[in-house]
């Protein structure tokens, strides 16, 4: 079948794809506001996951070709295998959002509480709390999904899936290799690195509909040129042509400013902080389940409709969020977070006996390279031409950071500081 996409025009899925897609647990995305809180700044921004996610496939079977545009396996039908693992990957990266997207992952229980097998290995005393990648691994592993994905795609092991959304997940490397390369770090760039498809496609599906232009990139160039470079360790990592060093610039400062304009848009932060202070309440009854079977239930209608209840039972923060009675913004500066001390307004506010909310929001050029760290956060991206063997000749590689100098320009962390208080004040 076809899906019609605002953003890519027709997306096509295979039949084990639409079988996973009709799942609850992905059809439930239908009701997960992409950008949260966002659609009170920018009305139009009331997309949600399960298109960003069927995008995402769409964009990951476009990076994979082009990767390995000059490239043959040895193994028979691996190539496939890898494209679907890929296009399963990129499918349900998403898969374990609670409502409002980000806006409520402070309210999950902690990562023991979900038993997630694949995770016991990894992380022994599970003590800290759960985020939404933690749920997309438990039901891309270990649900209803996961016997759903074993009919339909019986060569392609759920674990294979589920490494390529978490990095660090162990999983047996024999998949992942072919004619003694490791090709696990390539395919899971494609899902989540500095230029991965994820944001490849929230970027520009998110400044289409919330009417903006700061997420737009050079996009089909970035494409056609991506490539891959095999370490001396034998593992295959993402790389770029050289030719498209500067829209990989555009593309991260596509991404800072999407932050910093929309992302962080004073309306929508001081909804996610009223959210917050509702549930810190003592009086809140609101839970998100461990169990995955009880999460299928766990969307923006149901917290919504939750709120309703507990606004009329005279809750005063779900009031607020309910009849959109939101603190006003009173004070705001922008800096680097040296420099930004909200504490004597804070403190003078508060002698005066006003009701306030503070908020800080930071700004990062990348969450994956950090400049002058000597560990990285991310597997290695680097810049080699698409097909050296044309020219005869060994390809002139280098780290992706050592490319660009906009690291080393945008080192330093941006942030908003914001005061708020009670209209009725």
Known sequence: ME????????????EGELRVIDTRYFQRLRFIKQMGFSDVAFP????????????AMLLAERAFDAIFRHHRFCRPGLEQQFRQ???????????????????????????????????TELEPSLSRRATHEDYTIKIITDSELTQVMHRHFPDIDPLCVAALVDHALP??????????????????????????????????????????????YDFNWIFSNLTYHVTDSSCAHLALDPRAIYAFNDFLIARYHMFLMVYFHHKSVVYEEMLKQYFQSPDATYVIPADVGAYIDVDDY??????RQEAKAGQPWAHRLIARDAYRLLHEKHGRPQDIDLTPYVDALREAGLSLIATSSTGDLSKYTKPGEKRRRGAAIYVQEKNPEAFQRRPQVQLLEDCTDLFVKYEAQRQIGRIYVSRDQ
């Open 3 to 14: 899906v019609r996409d605002p953003l890519h025009g027709s997306i096509e899925i295979n």
């Open 44 to 55: 139009g921004a009331t997309h949600t996951r399960y298109l960003h996610s069927i995008g």
């Open 85 to 119: 693992v890929v296009r399963l990957a990129a499918l349900l990266h998403d898969i374990g959002h609670a409502p409002l997207s980000h806006c409520t992952e402070f309210a999950m229980p902690s990562v023991r509480e979900l038993q997630i097998p694949c995770l």
């Open 171 to 216: 999983v047996a490397d024999d998949f992942f290799i072919d004619d003694g390369i490791h090709y696990r770090t390539v395919l899971a760039q494609i899902i989540s690195s500095e230029l991965d498809v994820d944001r490849m496609d929230y970027l520009r599906r998110d400044s289409y509909y919330a009417g903006v232009s700061y997420g737009n």
């Open 302 to 307: 149901q917290l919504f409709n939750h709120l």
